[in-house]
């Protein structure tokens, strides 16, 4: 089978859709059933960029890590110091256009009209191949073509988005089903919105569930303290969120219901939050700055992603309980290593979570705050929460993803 994969979304730092796109352009050669892989990008045959990966195996910066059952540990303290809030990485000039361009209605138009067709003529040329999108996109094209729609987040919480975004996926989103065979959702959860808001039959759509990467895995506190050191942390001592800060992760009510906390807690397990400057985020960041100015919450601000699985693996408590995800990663991330999770039980995160997670209502900050209380303190809970979330994120792998998602090429190419 030959596959032409779309790498647009591939351009670091690799995170989301990103990630998800480099995972299948990386794999999906190795794959026995797969005889060759092409990549498209605006419309264009391209190379693979060449993105150095942090994780795969474990990163430079982690380098003395060894999983806590180790028998040996290295020392990392030649890890080089860090500033207290790490920048994050530049665009280069071709992102900066693309990124300015992105904001405006026209451009948005133009590209939604144009590049399908510039796409289309170059696929019509594949012999015996799939075509996949696995950012939203399918062209017009004879080959047979598959999907991917991460979530309806657009539909659901439009008020989340710049009106140029929603513009423009409200018109490629239901282009790209009607051009592509089989749609690709992250989740059975994001299954069922797609089937509904498009009328799809259940043929149509298929869950193929995100992986996780073997670099999140538990370490020894000892592993642990020299690198979060260089954060101001210690070991078991914070909780954690990380993802960008926008009003869909819900942060306005998880600083609420912190806040709510006896104050020795607050300031024993501070929060602890990582992520990018999002759409709409200027109250959050307001409310962030004064939760900091009380002293129980470090913004770290954006963070490179070798050292986030010591971030992980050393808090108290990962947070995430978000209003609306297409998958979410992160819990699956915080699972695999070794911490307890507090999340929502809405939208995808139940499933992602699979009954290790306490589960809370986004939308009451009372139940939040009943969560934490529980997931900081109550000991016995810990324990089966971080046996449950290893057992269940050890079934969620990046080879299973690429191996389902070779499985779903081929029922379209039998129809």
Same mark, same amino acid.
């Given at each position: 089978?030959?596959?032409?994969?779309?790498?647009?979304?591939?351009?670091?730092?690799?995170?989301?859709?990103?990630?998800?796109?480099?995972?299948?352009?990386?794999?999906?050669?190795?794959?026995? #059933?797969?005889?060759?892989?092409?990549?498209?990008?605006?419309?264009?045959?391209?190379?693979?960029?060449?993105?150095?990966?942090?994780?795969?195996?474990?990163?430079?910066?982690?380098?003395?890590?060894?999983?806590?059952?180790?028998?040996?540990? &290295?020392?990392?303290?030649?890890?080089?110091?860090?500033?207290?809030?790490?920048?994050?990485?530049?665009?280069?000039?071709?992102?900066?256009?693309?990124?300015?361009?992105?904001?405006?209605?026209?451009?948005?138009?133009?590209?939604?009209?144009?590049?399908?067709?510039?796409?289309?003529?170059?696929?019509?040329?594949?012999?015996?191949?799939?075509?996949?999108?696995?950012?939203?996109?399918?062209?017009?094209?004879?080959?047979?073509?598959?999907?991917?729609?991460?979530?309806?987040?657009?539909?659901?919480?439009?008020?989340?988005?710049?009106?140029?975004?929603?513009?423009?996926?409200?018109?490629?989103?239901?282009?790209?089903?009607?051009?592509?065979?089989?749609?690709?959702?992250?989740?059975?959860? &994001?299954?069922?919105?797609?089937?509904?808001?498009?009328?799809?039959?259940?043929?149509?759509?298929?869950?193929?569930?995100?992986?996780? #990467?073997?670099?999140?895995?538990?370490?020894?506190?000892?592993?642990?303290?020299?690198?979060?050191?260089?954060?101001?942390?210690?070991?078991?001592?914070?909780?954690?969120?990380?993802?960008?800060?926008?009003? +869909?992760?819900?942060?306005?009510?998880?600083? *609420?219901?912190?806040? *709510?906390?006896?104050?020795?807690?607050?300031?024993?397990?501070?929060?602890?939050?990582?992520?990018?400057?999002?759409?709409?985020?200027?109250?959050?960041?307001?409310?962030?700055?004064?939760? &900091?100015?009380?002293?129980?919450?470090?913004?770290?601000?954006?963070? #490179? $992603?070798?050292?986030?699985?010591?971030?992980?693996?050393?808090?108290?408590?990962?947070?995430?309980?978000?209003?609306?995800?297409?998958?979410?990663?992160?819990?699956?991330?915080?699972?695999?290593?070794?911490?307890?999770?507090?999340?929502?039980?809405?939208?995808?995160?139940?499933?992602?979570?699979?009954?290790?997670?306490?589960?809370?209502?986004?939308?009451?900050?009372?139940?939040?705050?009943?969560?934490?209380?529980?997931?900081?303190? #109550?000991?016995?809970? +810990?324990?089966?929460?971080?046996?449950?979330?290893? $057992?269940?994120?050890?079934?969620?792998?990046?080879?299973?993803?690429?191996?389902?998602?070779?499985?779903?090429?081929?029922?379209?190419? &039998? +129809?």
């Amino acid at each position: 089978m030959n596959v032409v994969l779309s790498i647009e979304a591939i351009h670091p730092p690799l995170a989301g859709i990103g990630r998800y796109a480099w995972e299948l352009a990386t794999r999906l050669p190795l794959h026995p #059933d797969i005889d060759s892989v092409r990549y498209l990008s605006d419309g264009l045959w391209r190379d693979l960029p060449n993105i150095e990966v942090q994780p795969s195996l474990v990163p430079t910066a982690l380098s003395g890590f060894a999983p806590s059952s180790a028998s040996e540990a &290295t020392s990392v303290a030649s890890v080089p110091s860090l500033p207290s809030v790490p920048e994050a990485p530049k665009l280069n000039y071709k992102g900066k256009i693309r990124q300015q361009l992105g904001r405006l209605s026209i451009v948005g138009k133009v590209y939604n009209k144009l590049i399908p067709l510039i796409a289309g003529h170059q696929l019509n040329s594949v012999q015996n191949g799939i075509f996949h999108g696995p950012n939203y996109f399918a062209p017009k094209t004879r080959l047979p073509s598959v999907v991917t729609v991460h979530d309806l987040s657009i539909y659901r919480y439009p008020q989340w988005h710049p009106k140029a975004r929603i513009d423009r996926m409200r018109v490629a989103i239901p282009e790209a089903i009607d051009r592509a065979q089989l749609v690709l959702t992250d989740s059975l959860a &994001t299954r069922l919105e797609v089937m509904q808001e498009f009328n799809l039959p259940p043929e149509r759509v298929q869950a193929v569930l995100l992986g996780v #990467d073997d670099v999140y895995q538990p370490y020894s506190e000892a592993d642990l303290a020299p690198v979060l050191a260089r954060f101001g942390l210690r070991p078991n001592g914070y909780s954690f969120f990380v993802s960008t800060i926008e009003p +869909r992760k819900n942060l306005t009510n998880l600083l *609420a219901a912190y806040r *709510a906390l006896p104050e020795h807690m607050r300031h024993y397990w501070p929060l602890v939050l990582v992520g990018g400057e999002g759409w709409q985020s200027q109250d959050i960041h307001d409310d962030i700055e004064r939760a &900091t100015r009380e002293g129980w919450l470090r913004y770290l601000g954006f963070v #490179d $992603q070798q050292f986030l699985p010591a971030l992980y693996a050393g808090c108290r408590l990962f947070t995430y309980p978000s209003w609306y995800e297409g998958f979410g990663l992160p819990i699956a991330e915080a699972m695999a290593s070794g911490v307890p999770v507090l999340t929502s039980d809405c939208s995808s995160m139940p499933e992602v979570a699979d009954g290790a997670a306490m589960l809370v209502q986004p939308g009451d900050v009372d139940a939040i705050h009943q969560g934490l209380l529980q997931a900081l303190e #109550d000991d016995q809970w +810990r324990h089966q929460a971080i046996v449950r979330g290893r $057992q269940r994120a050890a079934e969620l792998t990046w080879d299973a993803c690429v191996q389902n998602t070779v499985a779903a090429y081929k029922t379209v190419r &039998t +129809r």
